[in-house]
């Protein structure tokens, strides 16, 4: 097993944001957390990405427990996260930007080769490279947060709502990416989502998130033919 989560908790003061979840992913698997707002899918990105930890349960990677490990140190063990609204340095240019995910890695990086890599992967950056990145449209700026995350050459990827703000055309595009870097690339995914039916499109199972708890949990197309999940996420 890649990443386990087992029954952790969340909580700000007295919010309870998430109230003992559990999951797992394996190597090369592409896995999604679907839920509505609030639901607790940023709390559980964040606290696997050591941003703010949980106030109970554990997180294992690689049969290591990291629970307690701060972000930067998770970040040199190859997790890494594509946060909510993409976070970008709205005054650095495309290519700095870039560069900015290497910052504190103590690993060392090929970084020419892996900036032409992801020029070939996301070939408007490569165009765009020298614009400042407050000019970017907002499926360039997603596809610009999550260039940055992949330039480490992470093992798990966590990608927090990549498709807020987007055109079903542009969330087609940037999941189309999600998933032929874990088809092609073997890079392991964990989306988390509203748009349950683009992100069950590209996954291989999923896990359904109610204010807190894990709801239901199965393959893609099960949840896809649940009539719960069909009435409530996808509109049916
Ligand atoms: N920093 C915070 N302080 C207080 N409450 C928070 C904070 N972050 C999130 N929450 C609350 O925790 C719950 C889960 O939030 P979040 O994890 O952001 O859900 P989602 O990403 O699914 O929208 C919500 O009720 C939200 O209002
Ligand atoms: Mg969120």
Known sequence: ??????????????????????F?????????IIGANGA?????????????????????????????????????????IVPERSRLFPRLTVYENLLTGVYGLRKKIPVDKRISWLYGMFPILKERRGQLANTLSGGEQQQLSIARALISDPE???????????????????????????????????????????????STRGYVLETGTCALSGSAAELMDNPRVQEVYLGH
Not at 1 to 22: F, N, P, Q, R, T
Not at 183 to 188: K, S, Y
């Open 40 to 80: 607790g899918k940023t709390s559980i990105l964040n606290s696997i990405m050591g941003i703010f930890p949980p106030r109970k349960g554990s997180i294992i990677f690689k049969g290591r427990d990291i629970t307690a490990m701060p972000a930067h140190q998770r970040a040199r063990i190859g997790i890494r």
């Open 156 to 202: 798990l990827l966590l990608v927090d709502e990549v498709s807020m703000g987007l055109m079903p055309k542009l969330v087609e595009q940037v999941f189309g990416i999600l998933k032929q870097l874990n088809e092609e690339h073997g890079l392991t995914i964990l989306l988390v989502e509203q748009n349950a039916f683009a992100s069950l499109n590209i």
């Open 1 to 22: 097993m890649l990443l386990e989560v087992k029954d952790i908790h969340v909580a700000y003061g007295d919010i309870e944001a998430v109230c003992g979840v559990s």
């Open 24 to 32: 797992s992913l394996e190597k090369d698997e592409l896995v999604s």
